[in-house]
């Protein structure tokens, strides 16, 4: 099964950036497509960005122009860098493997710890 261990989270201003870090393993990584997800307090997940295996990224409407999500399958890792954050972007975020539909879903039901990220006022 696929395991994802998420880094770079933390805490940091409004207008400040982070860049967070995906290790996956798995011998099929390079195949898939790779997403970040959020989870908000009260709120349900959310898909963020996706990367699919040739290169093609999408991105939720609030996060487009800001955050820029690309892949290295030597190193099975899947990165997200976060620029200009806002409050709202605060949430635990977590990579999984991704399948389309009308959104994207995560293909995996197996979620590693995520990686918190607080954006202050």
């Known amino acids: 099964q696929e395991q994802f261990v998420e880094s770079g989270g933390g805490l940091v201003q409004a207008g400040g950036s982070l860049r967070l870090s995906c290790a996956a393993s798995?011998?099929?990584?390079?195949?898939?497509?790779m997403g970040w997800f959020r989870q908000a307090p009260g709120k349900q997940r959310e898909w963020v960005a996706v990367?699919?295996?040739?290169?093609?990224?999408e991105y939720t409407d609030s996060v487009k122009g800001r955050f820029i999500i690309s892949r290295d399958n030597a190193k099975n890792t899947v990165y997200l860098q976060m620029n200009t954050l806002k409050p709202e972007d605060t949430a635990v975020y977590y990579c999984?493997?991704?399948?389309?539909?009308?959104?994207?879903?995560?293909?995996?039901?197996?979620w590693g710890q995520g990686t918190q990220v607080t954006v202050s006022s």
């Open positions: 798995g011998s099929t990584f390079s195949l898939n497509a």
């Open positions: 990367i699919t295996w040739g290169g093609r990224t």
């Open positions: 999984n493997a991704a399948r389309t539909g009308i959104s994207w879903y995560p293909k995996s039901d197996y």
